[in-house]
DNA sequence: TTGCATCCTGACCGTATGGTCAGCTTTCAG
DNA sequence: CTGAAAGCTGACCATACGGTCAGGATGCAA
């Protein structure tokens, strides 16, 4: 990575190497799962010597948090989209556009989060009960709002922020599943255009909020 | 188990101790993932000796497969739902009652699966190219013809269908971040209903196939 | 009753893994 | 230039895990 920036400073060192063991991390805990993952293989594919490893993150545990907090901040930030939005149309459209592009750029972070969730969140819990709370909480009075101005159905909102999650996350998770019945191959641009049009249109459609 | 049921035959004890086997390497592959999950665990939790275990399964892998087949049996007899119906609303609503009946008792088979997809498959690869591809290939023909039949919006079908796995299988995968956002409690029968109703009524309405 | 196949299990083994540490090299403030 | 702090690492350790096995218990057909 280096062969003309022979002299590194420290920060640099820290901060490029913290950034690859993360990225090696992410991938090796999403396709191996918590248990599965080892830190051999996370530090044979960040370059580095297992040891070293432990000097940036004292713990299995440790790291993995580093790798499930990261996910969760990017996460979080795709959600603001519903936020700045006028009505569904805007709102929900920028949301699932926002988060089909995490699964597709960060295809390895979404799996670690969907595992962690599914193994019973022990590292997020707290922030479940807390962050994620909150920001439901908050987008659930948005949704209301919208009923009430007559801009989409009485949908029940939680229900429709599930049905957010699950169809964006889908795509990352349930990727490989895509890829075989894609004649194996990855999905192409197009391919990703078609799927938010297409989840875009039938939930929107859905919920009544497409002028007829 | 037995306390009356003194003289079990052969058969009873083969077939019972295998069912006790499976029921707990569900639960602990769910909970756990195949590489967190042991041995031991899942023979304390089944109430019997880990080499009991490696009598009826010869090494965890096999008694993983044997796991993750089960569920696919299941998830391909629900898919059936889809055959019979004669239109997009009677088979769609089926086809979501029966996944996400499935979500609600097999929560622990549906997360294995789920595990396995995420990790590349690398048990049921076989599966998904064969019996999987020809599903899905039969569906989507069963879509289209919906579509040319004016029963419903020209919607991509293979889109529609990772719709429909999407929003149904994460009431299972998910069903602990759900479960958080519920205030720690699992979804009451009322709220399941409501649950089903949501995702039928936005999906059918999405694809234009409810009457206006 | 007898003989045998099935069922069961405590004790054991080799290996892989997370983690440690002593001592080395490199950076950099003063 | 120098010394201390930061960065680095090969070798090592304790443990936990998947799996084995010899030998005992049990049901069952003849």
Not at 92 to 99: L, Q, R
Not at 121 to 145: C, F, K
Request: hydrophobic share 40%; proline share 4%; with cysteine.
């Amino acid at each position: 990575m280096s062969e003309l920036t022979r002299p590194m400073r420290r920060q640099d060192i820290r901060r490029e190497n913290e950034k690859a063991i993360l990225l090696a991390a992410e991938k090796v805990f999403a396709e191996a799962g918590f248990g599965g993952a080892t830190m051999q293989l996370i530090a044979d594919l960040a370059g580095l010597p297992k040891a070293n490893l432990h000097y940036y993150f004292a713990t299995k545990e440790e790291l993995y948090r580093s790798v499930v907090q990261n996910i969760f901040e990017i996460w979080l930030q795709a959600a603001n989209c519903f936020d700045v939005a006028r009505g569904p149309v805007d709102g929900i459209s920028a949301y699932i556009d926002a988060k089909m592009e995490i699964s597709r750029r960060h295809p390895d972070g979404s799996k670690v989060w969907a595992s962690e969730v599914m193994h019973g969140a022990p590292v997020l819990q707290d922030y479940m009960e807390s962050t994620l709370r909150e920001w439901t909480d908050g987008r659930v009075e948005i949704i209301r709002r919208w009923i009430e101005e007559g801009q989409m159905d009485p949908v029940d909102p939680r229900h429709l922020l599930y049905m957010l999650w699950a169809t964006t996350q889908h795509y990352a998770d349930f990727g490989h599943q895509i890829e075989t019945l894609n004649g194996g191959k990855s999905l192409s641009d197009r391919q990703w255009r078609e799927a938010k049009e297409n989840i875009k249109r039938v939930i929107l459609k859905g919920i009544g909020a497409l002028p007829a």
